[in-house]
């Protein structure tokens, strides 16, 4: 016996926490890869990016009520239709806002923070008065729900599963989009070196409106696999904003593999620690050893040589 568990309790809690750890890394990094997007070709700071998640929460939500009213014999598969709803949602608003706001904000980044941090609470106000300040839920498709055994004593949420395999199909989607298509060489033309992808004929203007629609478009499907694992409100999307920055930072702005073992790494911490202390307590020890590794290595994990 160990204090009041015997090892194989502790073996089973440690399994348990890991794979929350790994439904933690997955928001994480879903809400991430469209702000590390962002973030590392454009060096825009996108505090509304949240904002754009709960966008995605709240296209869920309808899209269920549309299904469960006019469609209930298609209820079962709903989601699949409330991931292109989201995503095609956030992304028209990204693009917008890229138009309207930031195109007229580039290379003044304290300028883009400011702007994006009133329009995350103008956003804020307005799902407020449409959908009221009470956080919503939303109803799963009923293969989504119960568990499955493992062990006697270990078992794994089925959305939870769900969302790990989500994660997984973006994030391949993304590294085939970003390393594999004519788009992602442009993007990675741009990032390198924009003037002169300007000089070779690349439209530099389209390519960062395209890449800001389509990171604000991959937070609205975070926040639809969001709506698997917790309730959506008004302000839900503050509450991992800090953690997406600080997964960016940590792992390398410009740097796809970087923003996955950075969200892995900080997910593991503070489900780890979870369990020897409080989930305060874990947040800010992990804040701490995050801040004490970007002291000695401040262009992260993974730093991607970029030309200026």
């Known amino acids: 016996m160990l204090g009041n568990y015997s090892l194989g309790d502790l ?8 794979f929350a750890g790994l439904i933690l890394f997955s928001v994480f990094l879903l809400m991430a890869l ?8 454009m060096g825009v700071i996108n505090m509304a990016h949240g904002e754009f998640m709960i966008l995605g929460a709240y296209m869920t939500y309808l899209t269920s009520k549309l299904f469960e009213a006019q469609l209930p014999a298609l209820f079962p598969a709903y989601f699949f239709v409330a991931m292109i709803v989201a995503f095609v949602a956030s992304a028209l608003l990204g693009a917008l806002v890229e138009w309207a706001l930031i195109s007229r904000l580039y290379k003044r980044p304290l300028d883009t923070m400011l702007a994006t941090w009133g329009l995350s609470l103008i956003l804020q106000q307005v799902y407020r008065s449409v959908f009221g300040a009470r956080e919503l839920g939303v109803d799963l498709p009923p293969w989504m729900l119960g568990s499955l055994r493992i062990t006697e004593s270990i078992e794994v949420p089925i959305n939870g599963i769900f969302v790990m395999a989500l994660t997984l199909l973006i994030t391949t989607g993304v590294a085939l989009l970003i390393y594999k298509s004519r788009f992602g060489q442009q993007v990675r033309a741009v990032v390198q070196n924009r003037v002169m ?8 203007q389209k390519v960062d409106r395209a890449t800001f629609a389509l990171g604000c478009g991959i937070a609205g499907v975070a926040g639809s696999a ?3 694992v917790g309730s959506t409100g008004p302000t839900a999307g503050q509450l991992y904003i800090v953690d997406s920055f600080l997964v960016v930072v940590f792992g390398g702005a410009q740097s796809l593999i970087g923003t996955i073992a950075s969200a892995f790494a900080i997910s593991q911490s503070r489900s780890t620690l979870e369990f020897f202390t409080s989930g305060s307590m874990a947040q800010v020890t992990t804040l701490i050893g995050v801040v004490v590794i970007l002291m000695l290595r401040p262009q992260g994990l993974f730093a991607t040589k970029v030309r200026r």
């Open 226 to 228: 969001f709506t698997m």
């Open 34 to 41: 469209g702000l590390a997007i962002i973030f590392g070709q």
């Open 11 to 18: 073996g089973s809690i440690f399994v348990m926490q890991g």
């Open 197 to 204: 992808a300007g000089a070779v004929g690349i439209d530099t």
